[in-house]
């Protein structure tokens, strides 16, 4: 994982099919959508929601695939 913001396309050519926890995020203004952030986990189950609580600011968890069928999406 790098210390770098990278663009929200490269972490999903790096992570794919994985769960991504982005911190220091930038988004677009007009979408809101994450544009880049820095990963500072990831892996293929959601258990990456428990190290969320680690972190402050702007932050981001993403799934870099097709999310699963037993998978709901909240905002």
Known sequence: MSNELQPIEEIEKIYPNEWVLIVDCETDE???SVIRGR????????EIYEKV???TGKVSI?????LPEDV????
């Open 30 to 32: 007009a979408t809101t």
């Open 72 to 75: 709901g999406v909240m905002f």
């Open 53 to 55: 609580v680690n972190y």
């Open 39 to 46: 990963v500072v986990a990831h892996g293929r189950k959601r």
């Open 62 to 66: 993403r799934y870099t695939g097709k």
